[in-house]
């Protein structure tokens, strides 16, 4: 079956850094097939003859022995992946006049409710809740009256991962 992992907060202001050949190096080590990363915001596609659920443990530990730190892992399936990328309109982009992303949720928060906990003001932002995700649309004039900015330092982000559309597009048709 093939997995997308989805690292959370590595890479970003040259810190915590993984590079990305010794993320890949370190996986098909763990027994992980056809691994292959793509930027290097920590998104990584493989496959696995067994289960995750035996490998998913050595995954998060083999990481924190090789980098030096734990990082928090979210892996879906290829399925759960085109599922949330199917829900986003075809007409929600990243171009000059609006900014969409996907909020990829950890277990912990992945509920419907999580719309109504976040510090956004709705009357600026198209946001939408998916399972394992929310995403979003905002025009780039109205970024900071929607208060998006204001997720990073709520008590629920560090139960989610970021991407843009574009990159979560990509990784649900990877081939």
């Not at 510090?119 to 900071?144: F, L, M, Q, S």
Request: glycine share 6%.
């Amino acid at each position: 079956m093939r997995y997308i992992a989805l690292l959370r907060g590595i890479n970003v202001g040259g810190n915590r850094k993984v590079e990305m050949t010794g993320l890949k190096a370190l996986l098909e080590s763990l027994g992980c097939m056809n691994v292959s990363t793509y930027i290097n915001s920590g998104n990584v596609i493989f496959e696995l003859k067994d289960n995750l659920k035996h490998r998913i443990g050595n995954i998060g530990n083999g990481m924190k022995k090789e980098f030096g730190f734990e990082i928090p892992l979210l892996i879906k399936t290829e399925y759960e992946m085109k599922i949330i990328a199917d829900a986003i309109p075809k007409e929600w982009q990243n171009n000059k006049t609006h900014k969409t992303d996907v909020a990829y949720l950890f277990p912990e928060i992945d509920s419907k409710e999580i719309l109504d906990k976040l510090p956004i003001k709705k009357e600026y932002i198209d946001i939408r809740y998916v399972t394992g995700a929310i995403y979003w649309t905002v025009e780039r004039k109205n970024y900071n009256k929607s208060h998006l900015n204001k997720i990073i330092s709520h008590r629920f982000y560090r139960f989610m991962t970021v991407r843009n559309v574009n990159t979560a597009r990509h990784l649900a048709e990877y081939k």
